[in-house]
């Protein structure tokens, strides 16, 4: 990204910090905090969509449950509930003066700077939550939705979920993430995919991965250290109402190169057609067909032109005719 686009990036003018608004320019912290000395985060990444009915946030409940999930894990008492998280997220929105945005929700261990404790015990340091927003475009390029991306197998291992959760969306993960995807930039690629530690096909960088396999969606399972995508789960309910079977398994390298489609799914990504892997064109080297129709669900769902699979609350309407209340989905 350049500074120009820095500049020109539309930001909300308010963060919200453990209750309270304040200014986007006062979200500060200090520089001996724990989480920038060892990673002590978890967070989340949310979109906002326009809608016929106004801005509504794409399945809000399910990405705030996640994070209090991740927060669990690591022992990270929050002290703000399910609900007031998301109430605070609906209000920020509310007065960002953007129709769509990407909201970041995050929660780490801060510094008592009244009795600091600079040691990798966590334990001492209070407990901070933030949720900022900002006009986010598509992460892959807009062009990438239609015509797909080139990627390449990383030589970097996902990290065991043994070894660091894969269950919780934490900060530290994502230094494996960063070099995941460094490698790949450098190597001419646009995203990199890794592999777990028993070889087989784990994820993006931050995107899960669904295969197309004669008319079947195939995606590695939960426990192969991968993040638990709401996306991911979004696609899965979409592909069960579209009749296309879905099977979660292990998959093997070569066969992201012998696959008739292959995709992309994340907050950021959304569904983004994947049409190389190391050079190896995949399919007709575009978006496939079975991905086409994923996608035409998905963007119908998230602007609200057609219900989410069985009428499930995924979204939730911002201010919807005028009203400022909370949809019925939380």
Known sequence: MSIKDVNTMKIAPKVWRNGEFIEWKDARVHVMTHAIHYGSSVFE???????????AIFRLTEHIQRLMNSAKVYRMDIKFSREEICQAAVELVRGSEMDECYLRPIVFRGLNEDKPAFGVNPFPN?????????????????EALESGVDVCISSWT???ANSLPAVAKAGANYMNSQLIKMEAILGGFSEGIALDDRGYVSEGSGENIF?????????????????????????????G??????????????ALYLTDELFFTGTAAEITPIRSVDHITVGAGKRGEITKQIQDVFFDVIHGKRPAPENA??????????????ASAI
């Open 211 to 239: 295969l197309v396999n004669n008319g079947r969606l195939l995606t590695p399972p939960l426990g192969a250290s991968i993040l638990p995508g709401i996306t991911r789960d979004s696609v899965i309910a979409i592909a």
């Open 158 to 160: 996902r990290t065991p």
């Open 126 to 142: 209070p407990i901070d939550c933030y949720i900022a927003a900002w006009d986010w475009g598509k992460y892959l390029g807009e």
């Open 45 to 55: 990444g949310v979109r906002a969509y326009n809608t016929e009915r106004g801005t």
């Open 241 to 254: 109402e579209l009749g296309i079977k879905v099977e979660e398994t292990n998959i093997q390298r070569a």
């Open 313 to 326: 609350p995924w979204l939730t309407y911002v201010n919807e005719k005028g009203e400022k209340k909370m």
